[in-house]
């Protein structure tokens, strides 16, 4: 059965995020005064999967291996019918 995830990585709180900090300087430079920001990315993978826990799992092993460093960064997955 076909799922699809929805995968969004960023850094751990407490990392530097040198994107981010460059980002934010450049809105409050144009006047936005920003406070925070934080640079993320997102991943939507379609995949087979035995059932929804299945796809959990496998999600969970694609972002151990390859999408995230789990060192620095952190993920959250959605599974999609």
């Known amino acids: 059965m076909n799922f699809t995830a929805s995968i969004t990585v960023g850094l751990k709180d407490g990392m530097l995020d040198p994107e981010a900090n460059t980002i934010l ?6 006047g936005f005064h920003a406070e925070t920001l934080k640079a993320e990315r997102k991943f ?11 796809a959990h799992a496998q999600a969970v092993s694609m ?3 390859l999408l995230a460093n789990p060192v620095i960064q952190r993920y959250e997955i959605e599974v999609l019918g």
């Open 63 to 65: 972002c151990e291996q």
């Open 25 to 30: 300087k450049a809105l409050n430079n144009q």
């Open 44 to 54: 939507t993978v379609t995949f087979l999967a035995l059932n929804k826990d299945d």
